[in-house]
């Protein structure tokens, strides 16, 4: 993680409401420098995408939130942050396990499967990010979910090992930060590829769902926005999505 700041700082916590609530309150009295990071054993309040809940057993899960200052990045192009931050995720996880794809917009799935999720606010100063606070949930340890969950799985699931948390922490920071200190040296279409190759579904058609229906489509672009380009089979038509307003169906 070279040029990060010596004076980050590292907060560790037994439970918290959320470790993005709790690094959004420290930003009112202080000015934590970049690189940051609140990690916390349990969540009594987790997030996720618009309003869903996260959940995460007591001490298995690496919860935690990590602090930027993004203001070379445009804030109508701020879905860079989610791409790099996806991408963070697969390469660690790409390190113990095959089949790790990125889920638009930022699920991390091994094949059908859910293992990570992300939650970034971004606090905007006019055309630029003021900060960014990214909180990721990682399934590591976990053995056993409740049964209301659609489809999770943790890395000690697919292994049969247990991890270290702060081993894969530090792991995985260094992928954000090569990916980061990527886009500032101005290889933003770089990170843009490589998300496009890890995505979830990305080659061929697939069943989706809209306000109107089903249908079948396949992936044709990411737009900068965040929103996702579909290639309609029947009529080539292409659609654009924002988060919401498609599903993935599961045939």
Request: no cysteine; glycine share 6%; aromatic share 10%.
């Amino acid at each position: 993680m070279d040029q990060l700041s010596s004076n980050r700082q590292i907060i560790r916590l037994h439970e918290t409401e959320s470790t993005n609530s709790y690094l959004k309150n420290l930003l009112k009295s202080q000015h934590p420098a970049e690189g940051s990071v609140v990690v916390a054993d349990y969540q009594t309040g987790g997030r996720g995408q618009m309003g869903n809940s996260w959940f995460s057993s007591r001490g298995d899960n690496l919860l935690f939130s990590l602090l930027l200052y993004p203001a070379q990045i445009p804030a109508n192009e701020q879905f860079i942050i989610s791409r790099i931050a996806s991408l963070a995720i697969k390469n660690t996880l790409d390190q113990f396990t095959d089949d790790i794809r990125i889920k638009w917009p930022n699920d991390i799935y091994w094949k059908d499967k859910k293992i990570a999720g992300i939650l970034i606010e971004n606090s905007l100063q006019g055309k630029v990010i003021e900060n960014s606070i990214i909180g990721i949930g990682l399934n590591l340890n976990q053995q056993i979910f409740p049964i209301e969950l659609p489809n999770p799985v943790s890395l000690r699931q697919i292994t049969a090992t247990e991890y270290d948390k702060d081993y894969i922490l530090d792991l995985l920071m260094k992928e954000f930060f090569l990916l980061y200190r990527a886009l500032q040296r101005g290889e933003k279409q770089a990170v843009e590829d490589e998300y496009m190759l890890d995505l979830y579904r990305v080659n061929g058609y697939y069943w989706y769902q809209d306000a109107n229906g089903r249908f079948q489509a396949k992936i044709e672009s990411v737009l900068p926005s965040g929103q996702l380009v579909l290639k309609m089979l029947d009529t080539n038509e292409e659609r654009i999505y924002a988060f919401k307003e498609i599903d993935f169906v599961n045939e």
